[in-house]
């Protein structure tokens, strides 16, 4: 993939971790601050994206392995389409789930680790990665909505699992989102504020 200018924050976590509301919170404080950023999601908006969410996320499930194949190319779409042009125009992107989250929910289902990211070697990688980390059982119990086919506590809890091996692997940065929703924003706010200054410093 092309190079990129500017800066690149993925949020992940098991569902009902908050990544979604604290991805959106993000880009509102940051717009204050007098950013430009955008807010993007995996599964994207596109055909493919579309029909991950529309059809086999919400009505029926498929194998793993289609499924590592699908996320994998609406995620070239989505960087190729939607991530890259952002970036090269200098944007903060901010986008809930990426690649990680194949590795995590496919994984989990037993689709070989590795297989997964050889298939998603295309990826950009992000200049910070942030894993909101809350015990599986308090997850779930967050989601109000209809709850998806992956959204299953046997699931969830191996998918926090790879989630904090690649913690380990120092993939991810770890922050406990098990805290009050304004203490997890003001962490996530200094990890992405310090990546930017850093960021900044090495173009200077």
């Known amino acids: 993939m092309e ?21 959106r919170n993000l880009c509102f404080q940051l717009r204050k601050k007098g950013f430009v950023c955008k807010y993007t999601a995996e599964p994207s908006k596109g055909q493919i994206g579309r029909l991950l969410r529309d059809e086999f996320l919400s009505r029926r499930k498929i194998s793993p392995e289609i499924e590592t194949l699908l996320f994998a190319a609406d995620r070239f779409h989505h960087i190729k389409y939607d991530i890259l042009p952002m970036l090269q ?3 903060i992107v901010i986008s809930d789930r990426y690649h990680y989250a194949s590795i995590a929910y496919q994984g989990a ?3 070989e680790i590795k297989w997964i990211k ?3 070697n295309f990826i950009i990688k992000p200049d ?4 909101l980390d ?5 997850g779930l119990s967050r989601i109000r909505r209809t709850k998806s086919v992956m959204e299953k506590l046997d699931l969830e809890k191996q998918v926090r699992k790879i ?11 770890y922050l406990n989102a098990n805290k009050s929703i304004d203490e997890v924003n003001k962490e996530i706010f200094d990890l992405v504020i310090r990546t ?7 173009e200077n």
């Open 128 to 131: 910070l990665a942030i894993y």
């Open 3 to 23: 190079p990129r200018d500017g800066v690149f924050i993925v949020l992940e976590g098991i569902d009902g971790s908050g990544k979604t509301l604290h991805t």
């Open 89 to 91: 125009r200098k944007f």
């Open 134 to 138: 809350v015990p599986a059982e308090i």
């Open 118 to 120: 050889n298939i998603n």
């Open 163 to 173: 989630y904090l091996d690649l913690v380990k692997e120092k993939e991810l940065t």
């Open 196 to 202: 930017i200054n850093k960021k900044q410093k090495k």
């Open 109 to 111: 289902q037993g689709v």
